[in-house]
């Protein structure tokens, strides 16, 4: 059975660990989008990854090992849908 690249990147381990909302570890990074101290944008394994917090620094980065390290107050972390939205919005409510 022949695998795709997306197929592999799913197999690759991605892991949240945030201790007490001072100190993130994050593993199957693929791609740094953007950071500041109170916006980091990842694309990892299982999608986009928006974490907002203050005073986010990133201590610890390995984009070849795709981990990362965040200390700071972590206020949230999402992961962003990236279907596209199409239709008005009546449309994609009763449709």
């Known amino acids: 059975m022949a695998y795709t690249q997306e197929d592999k990147s799913l197999e690759l381990p991605h892991r949240l660990v945030?201790?007490?909302r001072g100190k993130l570890t994050i593993t199957g990074i693929t791609e740094i989008e953007s950071f500041d101290e109170?916006?980091?944008v990842l694309y990892t394994t299982r999608g986009t990854l928006v974490i907002h917090g203050r005073q986010l620094h990133?201590?610890?980065?390995?984009v070849d090992g795709g981990q990362a390290n965040v200390d700071?107050?972590?206020d949230s972390m999402v992961y962003e849908d990236e279907k596209p939205v199409s239709g008005s919005f009546l449309s994609r409510l009763f449709g």
Do not use: D, P
Request: proline share 0%; aromatic share 0%.
């Open 18 to 20: 945030l201790e007490g």
């Open 38 to 40: 109170n916006t980091i």
């Open 58 to 62: 990133l201590s610890m980065l390995s």
């Open 72 to 74: 700071g107050t972590i």
